[in-house]
């Protein structure tokens, strides 16, 4: 018998006939998903699917209503898109119109959130049975008994098959993604790509719990062997996902967490991860998942014979993603939570091979690079560009972020000055030179690795310092097993000339960058913004 609550969709305001599938395990909805033609298993048991057109975010298509309730604590702008009460009203009419002509509609009542006192009930309305595996794997899975007292308290419609019309909906496109956070209610139409429906999740927690005085955060994070929690931020490409999953510590969470005043605490029961160039080599323990039945593979290229899967062919999707319970990666938190944390580590993989490899930050620097969020991009993907391209995204996640970055940075830099947290940052990317320059390769592996263990078990503490004549934050000048040359980029280049320019134009795009934030912030963090001038 189906476990579900007793808060009907009628209740909602939803009217259907269509076959109500509440709250499916992983086998049932992998059948229902096979039958239905929405996807086929690979020959190890996962079950592949493609989300056509759409294998990403649809980040200019969305929205969030615009109303008494958001007005004045929306940070409105490229980022957040607003939508007027109307314009959604006509939406939610016609998505509720769509839904009373499905044939069949999965329904998952789930948690955002796995600290009980801090989580949010969620339930999530899917045409497509494949979508309400993905969502049940990447949420925190309520018990039959939480599910039978559930109570909604805001609600996703997912509707690939829904064609927005941008005149009556005040939309871009067919495609849209519309937050109400009055009404509580989530409309995504025209898209396919499931990640929306887990960002969403991000977005919604984003905006509730500064609130409460709880600090979201788009990292992973894990735990030592004597209960020492520690966040990674870092944009895509920065290693986040990899550094974090080390054998020697246990797991928390790979991508959405909370800080509390007692724990660090995972978004969500499951990993999104990339799928592209995958290797066993590389990454042993997440290609794991990829023979285990429960995991999703989007637009991952399969044999139709033999059902081998090909890590390597991007056809469908530089983007491939695999979604798995976070169970099926050994040594993970039980309860997906943590000890508020001992260490913050900032990870950027900058092309311009300034940054050194690690350094250690004031609480004031730890906020005005945590605002900043940079990375930089290789260049060379379009003929005649020489140069790397810097990439600045506020908190490392600002396309999830509803409120203003700052209400994000003070509560960051109160809860490190409160814990005494140890923060660095750690330049995963060049050494040497720009990346575009002949011979100069990436940070190697085992360095950053050294380098982030001396971190954590707090030996790095006692090496000594020096302070970076570039940005003011301290640099160690020696570690053990580690070339010293490495730890001084300009010493690494071939002409020290050359990096003085190549970093006074990375600090000018800080500085610049950094102007939209100094009238929000204290002194103390303008006078490190300063420091970069």
Request: proline share 5%; glycine share 10%; with cysteine.
């Amino acid at each position: 018998m189906q476990a579900k609550s007793s808060i009907t969709l009628v209740d909602q305001g939803i009217s259907t006939h269509a076959t109500q599938h509440w709250n499916l395990g992983t086998g049932s909805l992998v059948e229902a998903a096979v039958r239905n033609g929405e996807g086929k298993l690979s020959k190890d048991g996962p079950l592949v699917v493609r989300t056509g057109k759409h294998t990403g975010r649809s980040a200019k298509d969305k929205f969030i209503v615009r109303d008494e309730t958001t007005e004045g604590s929306v940070w409105w702008g490229d980022v957040n898109k607003a939508m007027s009460p109307a314009h959604f009203a006509a939406l939610k009419a016609d998505f509720f119109a769509a839904l009373g002509q499905k044939e069949a509609l999965y329904v998952a009542d789930l948690f955002g959130g796995s600290q009980p006192e801090h989580r949010v009930n969620v339930r999530v309305v899917n045409e497509l049975a494949w979508h309400n595996l993905f969502i049940r794997t990447l949420l925190c899975r309520p018990d039959a008994q939480e599910l039978a007292g559930f109570q909604p308290e805001y609600t996703i419609i997912d509707l690939p098959s829904f064609k927005a019309d941008p005149a009556r909906h005040g939309c871009r496109s067919e495609t849209v993604i519309a937050v109400n956070f009055t009404e509580k209610l989530i409309l995504i139409g025209g898209t396919a790509y499931a990640g929306e429906m887990k960002k969403s999740v991000f977005g919604l927690l984003n905006y509730l719990l500064p609130a409460d005085g709880i600090m979201p955060m788009h990292c992973s994070a894990n735990i030592g062997p004597n209960g020492d929690t520690a966040v990674f931020f870092g944009l895509s490409g920065t290693g986040k996902t990899t550094l974090s999953a080390d054998a020697s510590r246990t797991l928390i969470g790979d991508d959405e967490h909370g800080w509390s005043d007692t724990a660090v605490f995972n978004f969500e029961g499951g990993c999104y991860a990339k799928m592209i160039n995958l290797s066993a080599e590389a990454e042993p323990e997440i290609f794991a998942t990829t023979k285990r039945f429960g995991t999703v593979l989007e637009n991952v290229v399969m044999d139709e014979d033999s059902r081998e899967l090909d890590f390597d062919d991007a056809t469908l999707a530089e983007n491939s993603r695999g979604a798995y319970p976070i169970d099926f990666i050994p040594n993970t938190s039980e309860k997906n939570l943590g000890p508020v944390p001992k260490n913050i580590i900032f990870l950027t993989a900058d092309a311009y091979g300034v940054l050194p490899p690690i350094a250690k930050l004031t609480p004031e620097q730890a906020m005005y690079h945590f605002l900043s969020g940079y990375t930089a991009k290789v260049a060379g993907t379009e003929i005649g560009v020489t140069e790397p391209t810097a990439t600045f995204s506020t908190c490392f996640g600002a396309a999830f972020m509803p409120r203003h970055p700052s209400v994000y940075g003070n509560l960051l830099k109160d809860r490190i000055a409160k814990g005494g947290v140890d923060c660095w940052l750690v330049n995963t990317g060049w050494s040497g030179g720009k990346a575009t320059m002949p011979g100069i390769k990436r940070m190697p592996i085992k360095v950053t690795r050294a380098l982030l263990n001396a971190a954590l078990d707090g030996s790095l503490k006692n090496a000594e310092f020096r302070a970076d004549p570039n940005f003011g934050f301290q640099v160690p000048v020696a570690v053990a097993g580690v070339d010293s040359k490495i730890l001084d980029p300009r010493a690494s280049w071939a002409d020290a000339t050359a990096y003085d320019e190549t970093a006074a134009k990375l600090v000018k795009q800080f500085v610049d960058n950094f102007a939209q934030f100094e009238e929000h912030v204290d002194q103390g963090v303008r006078e490190a913004a300063l420091t970069a001038a």
